[in-house]
Nanobody, 128 residues
Framework: QVQLVESGGGLVQPGGSLRLSCAASGLTFSKLAIDWFRQTPGKEREFVADIWWSGGSGGSTIASSVKCRFTIFRDNAKNTVYLQMKNLEPEDTAVYYC???????????????????WGQGTQVTVSI
């Protein structure tokens, strides 16, 4: 059974940092595309970051709204993908979800949330 579990969320002051983790069981992350999305009540789910591996090479994409503040990286030995967030702003407050693509979809599909497995989400609150 595949399970993705996010952790690392919490309350942080503006300007602070958090590192979110997405750990997988029943699935090997190393050669999959993994994405982070976030959502706040009343708003559509928003793409945050993508990390991929295909044909012996890999890369990542960060949404323009958080570029230069967020990075995504993976630790294959721990079967975990991380979202490092710095200089957090109140607008970053949301539930953050990770998701995995097991069908080698193009980025344009992943960007729209077409992924196979999702975690339960972790709350990030940026407030004084």
């Amino acid at each position: 059974q595949v399970q993705l579990v996010e952790s690392g969320g919490g309350l942080v002051q503006p300007g602070g940092s958090l590192r979110l983790s997405c750990a997988a069981s029943g699935l090997t992350f190393s050669k999959l595309a993994i994405d982070w999305f976030r959502q706040t009540p009343g708003k559509e789910r928003e793409f945050v970051a993508d990390i991929w591996w295909s044909g012996g090479s890999g890369g990542s994409t960060i949404a323009s709204s958080v570029k230069c503040r967020f990075t995504i990286f993976r630790d294959n030995a721990k079967n975990t993908v991380y979202l490092q967030m710095k200089n957090l702003e109140p607008e970053d407050t949301a539930v953050y979800y990770c998701a995995a693509d097991t069908r080698n979809r193009a980025f344009s599909f992943r960007l729209r949330g077409q992924l196979d497995y999702w975690g339960q989400g972790t709350q990030v609150t940026v407030s004084i």
